[in-house]
């Protein structure tokens, strides 16, 4: 894998894990999670009417990319309530590399270097051994921490294939996310109200900043899959665990232990390989 795109899906990986802990401090994630999605459509309708619309081969994908997306929304919201980011975020992130390097071969007839699947195997078992860190209380979680990663894998396969399909990768980045963002209000005020989710809160320009930050880090992911392999691109882009480790250290009061430790280094080996 070239080293300039290594470099880009590790900046990805360090702005996906800042957008986590912004969505974590809210006390309402679910509206907070619809104002980032807002915010993520009128930043991609701004950028998609700048940019010639990719190749119609790639709509259909980013239709269906942009349904997966809520439903990983829905998911990942749902799995904060019933533990915290430390458990629910590395098991998420950490089962979806393998699910993409298998659903990659099987759907785009991506073969995978011994060197990459090595890569990969490191990258994933250090991020579930910081998930399981106090077993007992990820245990109850594990259903909508794996639905997380099955959400994760799938559209990082169908996105995969509908930015090569597309010719234009930053087209087809703006247009699936200005489709998510449209549908995510919807499925907000099909479960509450149209009241609610105007109303003004606090933690709002917090919501709004994560959404933008959150479209600059998967825009970069969606280059990158356009340019190498996905599973190897998948893995190094969930080395976002890591970052978040050393994020809540830093500005959360969070213990960084010893098994912490050997897991990042566990991850930050893994990336090598890869690379």
Not at 50 to 69: K, Q
Not at 104 to 121: D, M, N, T
Not at 192 to 216: E, H, I, K, W, Y
Request: aromatic share 10%; glycine share 10%; with cysteine.
């Amino acid at each position: 894998m070239p080293l300039h795109i290594i470099c880009l899906v590790l900046f990805a990986a360090l702005l996906h894990a800042s957008w986590n802990a912004m969505l974590r401090g809210g006390t309402d994630r679910l509206w907070s999670m619809t104002i980032m999605c807002m915010a993520i459509a009128v930043a991609s309708f701004i950028v998609a009417a700048l940019l010639a619309p990719p190749a119609r081969a790639s709509w259909f994908y980013a239709g269906f990319s942009a349904v997966l997306h809520v439903g990983y929304n829905l998911f990942l919201v749902r799995s904060y309530k019933s533990a915290d980011l430390g458990q629910t975020y590395p098991i998420a992130r950490g089962v979806s590399p393998i699910l993409i390097v298998l659903a990659a071969s099987l759907f785009a007839g991506e073969r995978v270097a011994p060197s990459g699947l090595l890569g990969i195997a490191l990258v994933s078992t250090g991020i579930l051994s910081l998930a399981f860190t106090r077993r007992r209380r990820a245990l109850p979680n594990l259903p909508y921490a794996l639905g997380t990663g099955l959400f994760i894998a799938a559209y990082s396969v169908v996105d995969g294939i509908g930015v090569r399909l597309s010719g234009a990768p930053m087209a087809y980045t703006a247009w699936m996310c200005l489709l998510w963002g449209v549908m995510m209000p919807m499925v907000y005020i099909g479960l509450r109200d149209t009241q609610s989710l105007f109303a003004l809160r606090p933690g709002f320009a917090v919501a709004v900043a994560g959404g933008l930050v959150s479209l600059l880090a998967y825009g970069v992911v969606i280059y990158a899959m356009a340019h190498a392999p996905m599973g190897a691109v998948s893995a190094l882009r969930e080395t976002s665990v890591m970052f978040a480790a050393l994020i809540g250290y830093a500005f959360l009061g969070e213990a960084l232990t010893l098994r912490k430790l050997l897991a990042c280094a566990v991850i930050a080996l893994g990336t090598l390989v890869i690379g």
